[in-house]
Each structure stands twice: as C-alpha cells, then as structure tokens.
C-alpha cells in the first residue's frame, strides 16, 4: 500500500481500541497515534497494539497533531482516521482504489452510521446521503476519514496558529488557491460511531461553530459566505432538498447544525470583543 494511518486522540479510552482493530485488520505498512495528553487509558491502549508508534503531545491542539503525525509518516500516503471511525475490511484499499479513479491528491471517504440507534444518529445519515455521499470532485472536503497524498502538505499545512481549534476550513481554503490540485468525494463509506445523543450534538456543532468563526477572524471577506452557508445552506437549502428527497428525518439535523454553528461563531466574537 505505501500507507501510513494517522489517529489523533484525546481521552478516547472509550473508542479507541475497537478504531485501531479495524485499522490493523486493514493492514496499512504503518500506524501512528498522536496523543494530545489523554488523563485516562487511552495511551494503555494503544500501547497494546504491535509496530504502534505513539506521540505524545501534551497541551496541543487537534490541528497541530495532525500535522506531527503527517510529518512523522513514512510513506507517500497518508490516511487520516478518527477514533470514531469503524473500517470494514479492505476499506482502506477500497479508499485507494477512489484515488486512482478520480486521480485525486485528496479523497475522503462517504459516511454511514456505525449504530444508527438514536433518533439523531439516524438523521445525521440521511444528512450524509443527500450531501456527503455524492463520489465527484469537490472543493472542500472534510479531513477524515479521507487518504492523502504526502506532496499536498508542500502547498499547505495543517497550522494551528491559523485556526487554533479545527483547521478543515481553511486547510481546504489554503489548497482551492492551487486549481491543479484535484480533491473529492470517493465511492467508498466508512463507518462513524458517535455518542449521539442531543447534547453531544450540540456540543460538537458549537466546537466547529467557533473554528467557523476563527476561519471568519482570518479571512473576514468570507463571513458573509459562511454566515450564508449556516443560516441559510443548512437549515433552509438542504432541509428543503431533504423535502423533495422524502428524507424529513434529516430535516431537524440540518437545523440543528446550522444554528449551533451559528451560535458556537457568534459566542467567539463575543469573547474576542
């Protein structure tokens, strides 16, 4: 393969063994795990898996040690996964196989549920049918779980001074500025376990709201597109697609997503005025 698995974890004693399994059950020629100061057993954990390399990276962020575990790899070929994520054999090449038949520089896989069994776990996958899993060639993509490949990081870096909490944004932002590049959605779908509950969701969508609103601090010229994209994408655009489609469980999801975002961007101009 010449593939390289990059997990980044923070207290993830709960997932991460059943996210390594899967990984090594897929044979890449290298795993390494960055961990961002995890007080319980996450560590312990990991540790228990042969040929793992392990960084510690106390006092870090999510941004920063995805690019110590990219700068750490060995080979060409670098796959990004999270401990939420539940590879099915032979995903990772499947994965590969989407590169090479969309020659893209970056694929990120499609999604579907790991559990599907909470009303919003369920809604969050008819959400990811009618966005997500469309295989073609994208602007911006999310950065896992997806396969990339190793020169892309001579354009850009994954850069915490840039964005301190979630740097997706604008590291896909950073590479639109090369046209040559090619990035996109492939044919494969990785699971994703979350703890699915209401107040995680709303807590996850507060977190990427104040990485939109970082992303707005540095290129102010795109908050009226970003403020577009959570008021009037998601809850109004997208719930209606999700109408026509007779997918009305997404419909709450979208809602939920963009005004949460909305509200996680608007409390981090709060706290920096």
């Not at 995805?66 to 054999?89: N, S």
């Not at 990339?148 to 740097?167: G, M, S």
Request: overall charge positive; glycine content about 6%; charged content about 30%.
């Amino acid at each position: 393969m010449n593939l390289s698995v990059v997990v980044c974890v923070l207290n993830e004693e709960r997932r991460i063994r059943d996210c390594l399994e899967t990984i090594y059950r897929n044979m890449p020629d290298e795993v390494i795990l960055v961990d961002g100061g995890s007080k319980d057993r996450t560590l312990a954990i990991a540790r228990e898996f042969t040929g793992i390399r392990i960084i510690e990276s106390n006092n870090s962020s999510l941004t920063k040690d995805r690019q110590k575990g990219i700068d750490a790899a060995i080979h060409p070929l670098i796959a990004m996964v999270d401990a939420d994520h539940r590879l099915r054999d032979n995903d990772l090449e499947s994965l590969l196989n989407d590169m090479e038949e969309f020659n893209f520089d970056i694929v990120q896989s499609g999604l579907i549920s790991f559990s599907n069994h909470g009303f919003w776990d369920a809604a969050e996958e008819k959400a990811w049918e009618l966005t997500q899993n469309i295989p073609g060639r994208r602007t911006m993509v999310g950065t896992a779980p997806a396969i990339y490949k190793k020169r892309i990081f001579e354009y850009a870096r994954f850069d915490d001074r840039i964005t301190a909490t979630i740097d997706d944004t604008d590291f896909s932002y950073r590479l639109s500025k090369f046209p040559d590049l090619r990035v996109g959605i492939g044919r494969t779908k990785i699971r994703q376990y979350h703890f699915s509950d209401f107040k995680t969701y709303v807590k996850k969508f507060q977190w990427y709201g104040k990485g939109d609103g970082e992303f707005c601090r540095k290129h102010p010229r795109r908050t009226p597109s970003m403020i577009f994209h959570l008021l009037i994408r998601y809850p109004i655009l997208h719930s209606g697609k999700a109408i026509r489609k007779g997918s009305f469980q997404a419909i709450p999801f979208f809602i939920l997503q963009g005004l949460m975002r909305f509200t996680g961007l608007v409390r981090y101009f709060a706290k920096a005025i």
